[in-house]
């Protein structure tokens, strides 16, 4: 037997002393990411437009990787420092053209957030696409917009059907009967959940008539938003008001003909003006990784606390996702001087907001928010909320959450390993040392995919003295066996564990990838394939030291350094 010597394995990117283990992290990204099937843009803070300039908030511009065809859903909250007035102009641009353009009033200056939300559709796309959400005061006084979204997402991906119809030019002086502005009829080839959308702007040239809208499914199967007539009806508070209806709900169809209109009344004859009419219905079965959570049926909440209508709790996916989440509902109040309140929550935090001082309380009106949410690795609570600022009977119906996973996000790939050293002590050569459940190592998944961990003794003896054997039987002078198990955290390998198959857990200066049988054992729960996200293992060190040891250094400390690394399972 040689003399003792003191030896340490320690993990660390800096050798400080004598044994170390290196864990190497990496991060594979695309470049700058741009999603081939989303992209976004938002300006979340208040802005304010007092002079009545036309100003931009928010711009997404991007070109497509080829010819496509690109959903854009606009969302915004706006208010004015002018009460009951038409002081607040929404635009919504497209490639350099106005396809909303809403004046919003505000009832109290100081809570009302009016919700603007539309969408557009653009088909054979392969130029620069610039979407833009524009504002500006109309009157008097301050206007104000906060939260402004933009997402598009691309529809002609492999499996999907869409179906979409517009009539943007204004239909005036319209009648109480309930006329179609636009409509789509289509038969899916297979039954399946469709998301289904509408949108048009009204106004009306009396404060007391309302203009009235609705999507009607099927010849009256289903009206959005469902009510005992089945409409909606916003009477403006000034006559130069142009306030938006927008519905959305996912409605499972079946292999057979239907038709989806958009359809605007009057509550008086030749009062109410309605245009940019828009519907549209977009396949998820079969195309997407979506949930959704809706409820039709009108609800009340006399408190000033939110109340919650929909919650949906999203599965984790496999991997980093790109998502788009909308969400959606429609409000009243039963006092006319007071406000009622519509939110969207996410994990809790309040992500949109649509309040508003009804003019008449049998007045119904939407309000929705779209969101781009990246690199989704976890499970997302997404609620419905309402209330209002008084004990007043607030309501809600057709409220809707629906989640949509639209593409993988960029891969990236990264571990974290503490502790940082595995302390041997002071041993002989001739000797074998191995980990405890003290000293042991823990290397986690901190990518946003599957993982397989990788070791490779990258640095064989700082002093250029020692060198390693690929054989498990191989430790001589000066050349030492390393060796290395990952398990679960619960397991507890003996020495005999190791190297089960011939030398199969044996580290030499080559990256090696670890299997169900390379670097792990038997008796093991679980191994380093596929290692989950957020998942960790426990990795199990085995050193053979030499039969003897020469040199000018040898008897002093000895630094090897082996590399921790991934790679996507």
């Not at 199969?504 to 670097?519: I, W």
């Amino acid at each position: 037997m040689g003399r003792v010597k003191k030896y340490f394995l320690d993990l660390g990117w800096v050798p400080t002393i004598a044994l170390t283990i290196m864990s190497h992290a990496y991060f594979l990204l695309s470049p700058a990411y741009a999603g081939t099937n989303i992209q976004s843009a938002e300006s979340l803070s208040e802005s304010t437009e007092s002079s009545g300039t036309r100003t931009l908030k928010v711009q997404l511009q991007f070109t497509p990787a080829s010819s496509s065809n690109w959903l854009i859903i606009f969302s915004c909250e706006v208010g004015s420092s002018t009460a009951d007035a038409a002081n607040i102009s929404v635009f919504n641009v497209v490639n350099g053209t106005d396809k909303t353009s809403v004046v919003e009033a505000s009832g109290d200056t100081s809570i009302d957030y009016r919700s603007v939300i539309s969408f557009y559709y653009v088909t054979g796309q392969s130029t620069q696409q610039t979407y833009k959400i524009e504002f500006n005061r109309t009157t008097s006084g301050t206007a104000k917009i906060r939260n402004a979204r933009i997402v598009a997402i691309r529809t002609d991906v492999t499996g999907n059907d869409v179906t979409y119809n517009e009539s943007l030019a204004e239909v005036a002086n319209i009648t109480t009967t309930y006329t179609s502005r636009a409509s789509v009829t289509f038969a899916p080839a297979t039954a399946g959940d469709y998301l289904i959308l509408g949108f048009c702007e009204g106004s009306s040239d009396s404060t007391n008539s309302s203009w009235l809208a609705r999507l009607n499914v099927d010849s009256a199967t289903l009206y959005i938003p469902i009510d005992s007539t089945g409409y909606y009806t916003q009477e403006d508070a000034a006559t130069t008001v142009n306030q938006p209806f927008f519905a959305a709900r996912v409605y499972t169809l079946t292999a057979a003909s239907h038709t989806i209109a958009l359809q605007t009344a009057g509550e008086s004859t030749g009062a109410a003006d309605t245009r940019a009419h828009r519907v549209m219905a977009i396949r998820l079965t079969g195309v997407w990784t979506y949930g959704n959570s809706q409820t039709d049926a009108v609800a009340t909440n006399t408190a000033t606390t939110p109340g919650v209508r929909d919650t949906l709790n999203t599965t984790a996916p496999v991997q980093g996702k790109e998502c788009l989440v909308l969400m959606a509902q429609h409000n009243k109040n039963s006092q006319a001087t007071t406000s009622c309140y519509g939110e969207y929550e996410i994990a809790d935090v309040i992500v949109g907001y649509n309040r508003h001082e009804t003019q008449d309380t049998s007045d119904w009106w939407s309000g929705g928010v779209a969101l781009h949410l990246s690199g989704v690795t976890t499970s997302q609570k997404l609620e419905t909320t309402w209330y209002g600022d008084t004990t007043s009977t607030h309501s809600i119906k057709n409220s809707m959450i629906v989640y949509i996973e639209i593409e993988n996000s960029p891969v990236s790939l990264s571990i974290s390993v503490s502790p940082l050293t595995w302390g041997v002590g002071t041993v002989d050569t001739s000797t074998t040392q191995m980990s405890t459940s003290g000293n042991k190592i823990g290397v986690t998944n901190g990518g946003n995919v599957a993982e397989t961990f990788t070791l490779q003794i990258y640095d064989e003896d700082d002093r250029n003295e020692w060198t390693h054997s690929s054989l498990e039987t191989g430790a001589g002078n000066n050349i030492y066996v390393l060796s290395g198990i990952f398990c679960a955290t619960a397991d507890s390998p003996i020495q005999a564990s190791f190297n089960e198959g011939a030398s199969d857990d044996v580290l030499t200066t080559t990256q090696q990838t670890a299997t169900s049988s390379k670097f792990a054992y038997a008796g093991g729960s679980d191994n380093a394939v596929a290692v989950p996200m957020t998942g960790q293992r426990s990795l199990w060190l085995r050193l053979d030291m030499p039969t003897a040891v020469s040199g000018t250094y040898a008897y002093e400390q000895h630094t090897v350094t082996v590399r921790i690394s991934c790679q996507q399972s």
